[in-house]
């Protein structure tokens, strides 16, 4: 399907692109679209945020450019919470996202328009980039594939960061193949990226056999998703994989050490953001310093950046790092060696993604800041342990509404996810939505 010639309509419909090229032809082997927080030399990159309005980088990201390089042509930049901060998307200084299933309800985020737009784009691929989740919920929201790999496995040079040691940028797609043929593209030693370059060649074990289902993940689900837990559980048996019911008890914990660890790092991150190098720049010059900052900062942040920015510095202050910084840190080894110990007698761990399906958006609007961090009790564990994690779609509500299950391997054994991935699309039947414009 050659979807560029109505690419804008599509566009003006769904909300899935900040920028997109102008193109309504291509010869390129294939078309990809990549997240708003990875750089790009021929689309302005704004990483969600109005702060950054009008930037546009002098260089590609390195996962960018390998697939230009592969043949792939970029036809646009995805929509985002700004900086990647927030669980629907809606968190964006710019357009938000809707989903392809049902318009009033949300994409999931951070990485929403990634999987509106493959979704809803026949044959698309597109780059996403996780922190606490980013890939997965998303994927899970809109009936989509998306994995987010072993940290360190993508190289980060391009990337504007969140949490530098929690962002890993990964692939969605409606098709379960294209994960292990895009990672195969994207993955690799970078020296520009020092923390990509200790890596293992191959994906690790090839085969699921076995899977552990923390009785911790199950707790606090909708009554559609545990129901379509049950049944896609049964099916794994169906299908040869043992399914055992193990304790967990460190998942409990991983939800509050993440929010400081990611506050913390993400209010450093964005302190170079002062109206002085990158984007917006048309403040007062004739204020002092701090006041121009300060100015220019309340303007262009959106409320959730500034209250994560206020979360991190009071974190990482002198009298609180101790308490909170270095204890998050503590938690975190505690989460990892959690499922060291549960992955060395399994190939994997098994939970939903979500604890419900896609809401409403005027469900999101009467939501808390904490309801929308709770909902992320599922993927964040992974995420602060580093290893690598998928969300396939398994089955829909009674609105038709997709439903994703989350897989989660050893480090640098991404294999184990490709392969039940492509095994269940060939039992699984994928219902796409119906794109008009």
Not at 8 to 20: L, P, S, T, V
Not at 194 to 222: F, H, M, N, R
Not at 243 to 269: C, F, G, I, Q
Not at 330 to 353: C, E, G, M, S, W
């Amino acid at each position: 399907m050659n979807y560029l010639p109505k690419l804008k309509q599509i566009n003006d419909k769904y909300r899935m692109f900040h920028a997109m090229t102008p193109d309504t032809e291509s010869d390129a082997k294939f078309l990809f679209s990549a997240k708003d927080n990875l750089t790009s030399i021929d689309m302005e990159t704004c990483a969600g945020s109005r702060i950054l309005g009008g930037y546009r980088p002098a260089f590609d990201a390195t996962a960018i450019a390998k697939l230009r390089d592969a043949g792939g042509k970029l036809i646009g930049k995805t929509n985002m919470d700004e900086f990647g901060f927030g669980t629907f998307s809606t968190n964006s200084g710019w357009e938000i996202p809707r989903n392809p299933h049902d318009l009033e309800r949300a994409c999931g985020g951070s990485s929403g328009g990634s999987a509106c737009a493959a979704s809803a784009l026949e044959g698309h691929v597109s780059l996403g980039v996780s922190t606490g989740g980013s890939i997965c919920c998303p994927a899970s929201f809109c009936g989509v594939y998306g994995i987010a790999p072993t940290y360190g496995r993508v190289s980060r040079y391009g990337l504007i960061d969140y949490g530098n040691s929690l962002d890993k940028i990964g692939v969605l797609s409606s098709d379960a193949r294209d994960l292990r043929r895009y990672m195969d593209v994207i993955k690799g030693k970078d020296p520009k990226d020092p923390t990509s370059c200790v890596q293992p060649d191959g994906w690790g074990e090839a085969s699921l056999k076995s899977v552990a289902v923390p009785k911790e993940g199950i707790e606090g689900l909708s009554k559609d998703v545990e129901s379509a837990f049950r049944k896609f559980a049964d099916e794994m048996v169906r299908m040869g994989v043992d399914v055992d019911y193990v304790d967990m008890p460190s998942l409990k914990y991983a939800m509050p050490a993440y929010y400081v660890l990611a506050t913390s790092e993400a209010s450093t991150n964005l302190a170079r953001y002062v109206g002085m190098r990158y984007g917006q720049q048309e403040g007062d010059l004739s204020l002092k310093f701090d006041d121009y900052f300060s100015s220019f900062r309340s303007k262009y942040f959106g409320d959730e950046a500034k209250r994560r920015i206020l979360l991190g510095t009071f974190t990482r202050m002198a009298g609180y790092s101790d308490r909170y910084y270095a204890k998050a840190r503590q938690v975190r080894n505690v989460v990892i060696n959690d499922y060291k110990r549960v992955l060395a007698d399994h190939d994997a761990v098994l939970a939903p993604t979500m604890p419900f399906t896609a809401p409403r958006f005027d469900e999101i609007s009467k939501m808390s800041a904490l309801d929308s961090y709770k909902a992320d009790y599922l993927t964040v564990p992974a995420n602060l342990a580093g290893t690598p994690h998928m969300s396939l779609p398994c089955g829909y509500d009674p609105n038709g509404m997709p439903v994703g299950m989350q897989f989660v391997a050893d480090h640098w054994n991404e294999g184990v996810l490709f392969d039940i991935a492509e095994r269940w699309q060939s039992e699984f039947e994928l219902k796409r939505p119906e794109v008009s414009v």
